[in-house]
């Protein structure tokens, strides 16, 4: 018993999970009064430990998940091979080192490895920031030494991209030379080893200094399932998951990856929106702010002890990019089904028919759809109201009261398209009147409404 209360803290399993945090030397025998496993990475918290199954608690429960920001580990592909890969990173730089040593002969450089990566490098691929004296007698970072950036792991090192750009993120093509520019959402990186990047096809020969990001992955050699449990560990930018990006093929390793590369290392982790990295999986994040989480095993307490947010209140989100698509989410006019729970619900994006609700489909191409548009932005397949913004920003008149918005497009002498059916009235954006002007309409007949004589109406109303 005395020998249990002057034990080491990390020889302690607090949280009574049957692991402790330190790591068991092969040729020591353990000697606790309990049989225990090794290498806990929270030894407060009894749902996360090595090779735990995720729970929907807003926060990584598997320790060894190579995205979870507290693994730092050397993380190896399907045969067991030992990636090089940058795991760890503080404010300014990703490192080799789990711990952050990067000049460990002390000569005051820091150190290369056999295939070139250096040690520590700046994360926008140029020198890294550090300020050498800085450094213990270990060759170690002091930030990361002393726990100024506590989650240190979690860098994703594969990348899956299709188009490549300048230093400045700019003049970006595919494989087969047509242009690609990236969008505000779009993330580019370097290729941090400071050579430039090329398809190598007969088609796009130029050079490239960043490529644009289609997915990142744990590691460096794309797999779909780095961490093992059964569900993809690769994610775009805005994180959602790349099962529909990218193709997989028969190792389970995503196409495209560039990484796989000898010539590329790369290097990304996602950020919040206070740009800190962040700590929790995806599917346990209400990313679009509809207070829905897409993880299923929802359970309000757990997820709020875990450190979640008080404002999500359920689970099985099934587009969590979307703040108008939920479990018994109301309808609403934009082209798709709103509530996941809905026996048609479908966002497969195959089937046009399938995939648009009653009233919201333009079953005979005219341009309109049977119901009124609703609060949310279009969504569907084609968006039968190309100047909805434009006319609810005129402020002429109030759309959230209008109950018949139909809209209709053909040319005038004066070459403006733009009118809209609202109830029974026309209405015309910017033209000869440069205003908006409601012009009585008999009909939804376009030969009516298409009469110069409603056009001549404009310069005496103005």
Not at 126 to 135: F, P
Not at 206 to 216: I, Q
Not at 376 to 389: K, L, M, N, Q, T
Request: net charge negative; hydrophobic share 30%; aromatic share 10%.
């Amino acid at each position: 018993m005395a020998s249990e209360v002057v034990s080491n803290a990390n020889e302690l399993d607090s949280d009574a999970d049957t692991y402790v945090t330190c790591t068991k030397d092969s040729s020591t025998v353990w000697k606790g009064t309990t049989t225990v496993a090794y290498g806990d990475c929270d030894d407060n918290d009894i749902a996360t430990y090595p090779t735990a199954i995720e729970a929907c608690d807003a926060s990584f429960n598997n320790c060894t998940h190579p995205a979870n920001p507290l693994f730092t580990s050397a993380v190896t592909d399907a045969s067991g091979n030992e990636l090089a890969v940058y795991r760890a990173h503080d404010d300014n730089c990703f490192y080799l080192d789990s711990t952050c040593i990067f000049d460990a002969d002390g000569d005051g450089v820091i150190d290369v490895d056999s295939s070139g990566q250096q040690s520590a490098i700046g994360q926008d691929g140029s020198a890294c920031d550090i300020n050498i004296a800085d450094v213990n007698a270990n060759g170690q970072a002091d930030d990361c030494e002393t726990g100024d950036f506590p989650s240190v792991g979690g860098v994703y090192t594969g990348v899956v991209a299709t188009c490549f750009c300048d230093a400045n993120c700019e003049n970006c093509a595919d494989t087969d030379g047509n242009v690609c520019a990236p969008t505000a959402s779009d993330v580019c990186v370097p290729n941090l080893l400071g050579t430039t990047l090329s398809f190598g096809t007969s088609t796009n020969t130029n050079t490239y200094e960043m490529a644009r990001v289609d997915c990142l992955c744990p590691t460096s050699d794309c797999a779909y399932d780095s961490s093992g449990d059964g569900v993809g560990d690769c994610f775009t930018p805005d994180g959602q998951s790349c099962e529909s990006i990218a193709s997989v093929n028969t190792d389970t390793l995503f196409e495209d990856c560039i990484t796989t590369d000898a010539a590329v290392s790369m290097a990304s982790f996602f950020r919040d929106d206070n740009n800190n990295q962040e700590v929790s999986p995806f599917s346990e994040l209400d990313k679009d702010d509809d207070n829905v989480v897409e993880c299923t095993e929802f359970d309000q307490a757990v997820y709020r002890a875990g450190g979640g947010s008080f404002l999500v209140t359920g689970g099985s989100d099934c587009d969590d990019n979307d703040a108008y698509v939920y479990p018994l989410a109301d309808a609403i006019c934009d082209g798709q089904y709103n509530d996941c729970e809905h026996g048609s619900y479908s966002n497969t994006g195959s089937n046009e028919i399938l995939d648009t609700p009653e009233g919201e489909y333009d079953n005979d191409g005219d341009g309109w759809v049977d119901c009124a548009i609703g609060e949310g932005p279009w969504a569907g397949y084609s968006e039968p109201f190309p100047f909805y913004d434009e006319l609810k920003a005129s402020g002429e008149i109030d759309l959230d009261f209008a109950t018949n918005i139909y809209f209709q497009e053909w040319s005038d002498s004066t070459a403006d398209h733009r009118y809209y059916f609202l109830d029974s009235r026309l209405v015309r954006m910017r033209s000869c009147c440069h205003i908006l002007r409601a012009i009585h309409c008999s009909d939804f007949s376009s030969q009516v409404c298409e009469n110069p004589l409603l056009f001549s109406l404009c310069s005496i109303v103005s």
